[in-house]
């Protein structure tokens, strides 16, 4: 849809939001003092450096400098882009996101495109619960075990056999022909011939983090190829991305702590039936670097789950490879593989839920499954072996971010290896240091140039804009800042409402945006008290500096004799005044 999300709705929607409860939604945070803290989510450490407040609505960390406002964290934390984040927050308040003429599109209104889905989504339903061919569907679902309650939660339905069942309940004219392209539901042979793409096929819709359909999975009930068909890449769908059952298994566990990927649909549901929670799986694809961001986005620990054969250990290998460069410290990797023959959803139903979630606690841990199998493939009794072993596993091992674990890594190979240091990471580790004391805001504050403190108590108190009797005459200096220091006040004094973390999103498109954040985290900590006579002095102290620069310009230029009568009169006020230090 053309034109830009109004600014007035983005300060509503702010005003709405807390953003600690939002936060703690995703992370556990804890009081402390006014602030609420927590273990840095951008980054790994073991002492929380995070601070949220719910008086400024702003997050930052002390750590990585990680700083923002509701919308900024739930972009970050959750990648999504600007108008997906706002209109998430808008639905979680009920609030329609409007739009205003502009010159700047934001591209195609995705709405009736989520809106054609769900309507794919009931009619498939519908068909399941009427067609006449939908008796041999529900009696396969009956066959593998599912029952009517966790069908409805994932939302199964059933593609009819006929070739245009959607097309004409949902294909009617031009507008919905093009809706159901766009979402891939249809497929054409010829320009003029379209048909339905599924057909004859469990349905399973793939949801966003919202729960709004985005794509279907189909499988056969008999023999055909392919047993699974996913939707095409659309603009809503792409399936190196998406993880089926994860919105499902986000609101069935309300804090994950682990999440179990598997292959194919019907694990993930039959898993589901037998009160394991957190499966989720890959769309016909590899594992791919945005599947881990969104694991461990999610939660600590995956758990990879293969068939027990040489095709499911390959697939194995390759998510090792793939997550290699994810495995920051306190993230952790497993690889379970089960008997060959059995997929998760025929040996869940043989040996029920208990004895497969200890299967699961017991999965290989990613550094087993590595050296182990490095180890087969070279003669360990030898030392030409050996040395193989160093050369193969190096490679892999440079790829683990640096930390802990990658020298634990190293360190392992080292003792495989049978020589002291001979597998070694080549960086060294930094040595463990503990963090220094913090000078006293106040001192700190007094280190800052007069600007940049004038722009971070602004903007950290929107209020002192319109507080009595502000220093003026500091608006002439020519220095950097005050320009930006001239546009805050002017935009607060017209719109006082205006909050810290509505006054950042307006300028998050902007350079200075980067820097309001920084400076606005700054003074978080800091008593208001303290910050109100700070802001007027300062203005007070850049206003005794434009009466300086004026004097010394006079000053200089009476030295050359060219002061006309008003200039001296001018400068004759100046000299008699005495500004205090």
Request: hydrophobic content about 40%.
């Amino acid at each position: 849809m053309a034109g830009r999300i109004p600014h007035p709705f983005i300060d509503e929607l702010l005003n709405r939001v807390d953003i600690v409860d939002l936060i703690n939604s995703r992370i556990p945070l804890k009081k402390a003092g006014k602030e609420y803290q927590a273990c840095c989510p951008f980054h790994d450490e073991k002492t929380p450096s995070f601070t949220v407040s719910r008086e400024k609505q702003f997050y930052h960390c002390f750590g990585c400098g990680a700083h923002g406002t509701a919308i900024g964290f739930l972009m970050e934390y959750d990648h999504m882009n600007f108008v997906e984040t706002v209109e998430e927050l808008a639905a979680r308040q009920g609030l329609e996101v409007p739009r205003e003429d502009g010159d700047r599109p934001t591209g195609p209104d995705p709405r009736p495109l989520y809106d054609t889905l769900e309507q794919v989504t009931h009619f498939y339903q519908q068909q399941l619960r009427h067609h006449p061919r939908a008796s041999s569907a529900v009696e396969y679902l009956k066959r593998r075990g599912l029952s009517g309650e966790i069908a409805a939660e994932f939302g199964i339905g059933f593609a009819p056999p006929e070739w245009d069942s959607l097309i004409q309940q949902l294909g009617r004219n031009a507008e919905q022909l093009s809706r159901l392209r766009l979402t891939g539901m249809i497929s054409e042979r010829e320009p003029q011939s379209c048909y339905d793409r599924f057909r004859d096929r469990i349905m399973f819709p793939i949801r966003d983090h919202r729960g709004r359909t985005i794509g279907f999975g189909g499988r056969i009930m008999g023999d055909g190829k392919p047993k699974y068909l996913n939707s095409p890449e659309t603009p809503l769908f792409h399936k190196g991305r998406q993880l089926y059952g994860l919105y499902e298994a986000q609101k069935a566990v309300r804090e994950l702590k682990r999440l179990l990927v598997v292959e194919g649909y019907m694990d993930v549901v039959a898993l589901a039936q037998f009160d394991i929670r957190y499966a989720v799986a890959t769309l016909g694809t590899a594992t791919t670097p945005e599947h881990m961001e969104r694991l461990f986005r999610t939660v600590p620990e995956v758990v990879f789950c293969f068939d027990g054969d040489q095709a499911g250990r390959k697939a194995g290998w390759k998510a090792l490879e793939t997550a290699m460069s994810h495995m920051r410290d306190g993230r952790e990797v497993r690889f379970l593989f089960l008997p060959e023959g059995e997929d998760p959803d025929s040996l869940v139903r043989k040996e029920e839920s208990s004895r497969f979630q200890q299967r699961i606690t017991e999965a290989v841990p990613l550094s087993s499954f590595l050296f182990e199998r490095l180890a087969t493939e070279v003669d360990m009794a030898s030392l030409a072996g050996r040395a193989r072993l160093a050369e193969l596993a190096r490679p892999l091992l440079a790829k683990l971010p640096k930390g802990l674990l990658r020298q634990m890594m190293f360190n392992r190979l080292g003792e495989m290896v049978g020589v002291d240091q001979a597998g070694a990471d080549t960086g060294q580790a930094p040595p463990l240091t503990y963090r220094k004391q913090r000078a006293p805001l106040r001192a700190f504050l007094g280190t800052m140039p007069p600007v940049r403190r004038a722009i971070a108590l602004l903007v950290t108190n929107p209020h002192f804009a319109t507080a009595e009797n502000l220093p003026s005459g500091w608006e002439k200096l020519t220095l950097p800042g005050i320009p930006l220091l001239q546009e805050l006040l002017e935009i607060l004094q017209n719109q006082p409402n205006l909050t810290t973390a509505s006054l950042l999103e307006r300028w998050r498109e902007r350079e200075e945006g980067k820097h309001l954040g920084k400076l606005a985290a700054t003074l978080l900590p800091l008593p208001i008290e303290d910050q109100v006579q700070e802001f007027h002095d300062t203005l007070q102290a850049l206003a005794r500096q434009t009466l300086g620069a004026r004097t010394e310009a006079l000053l200089e230029k009476a030295a050359g004799g060219g002061l006309d009568a008003g200039e001296k009169e001018l400068l004759s006020q100046l000299l008699a005044r005495k500004a205090p230090r």
